[in-house]
């Protein structure tokens, strides 16, 4: 009779396990309690993880941002470079300057070379 008092000591009540187990003692005592270093490197790991999907996506965000407006620019700078063409022809340039009155005239003979001895 004495190895059935004792048995019954070490583990408890009969059928306590299913009374521990709906009851949440079980799990928060012995599973809970006994690996929480454990449940706490898992949730640093997920706050990391959700932290780093973050950083991504706004880093792509501020990638096709930056991709368009290289896009805009480029687009600019080839309609500035070919309005100045076109501004820098000759017939262009002789236009501009009798509309603004400046008093010059385009040269008849073409322009020569000044040579300087150096002794």
Do not use: C
Not at 53 to 65: D, G, L, N, P, S
Not at 86 to 106: A, I, P, T
């Amino acid at each position: 009779m004495e190895k059935g008092t004792k048995k019954n000591e070490a583990g408890s009540k009969p059928g306590s396990f299913i009374k521990e187990l709906l009851s949440g003692t079980m799990i928060s005592e012995k599973i809970i309690l006994n690996n929480l270093w454990y449940i706490l490197l898992l949730t640093l790991l997920a706050a990391v993880y959700i932290g780093n999907r973050f950083h991504a996506e706004k880093v792509t965000r501020q990638m096709t941002r930056l991709q368009r407006e290289v896009k805009e620019l480029r687009a600019e700078s080839l309609a500035t470079s070919a309005s100045l063409m076109d501004l820098s022809r000759q017939s262009e340039v002789y236009r501009l300057v009798k509309e603004k009155g400046l008093n010059l005239e385009e040269l008849k003979a073409p322009p020569y070379k000044l040579l300087v001895d150096r002794k």
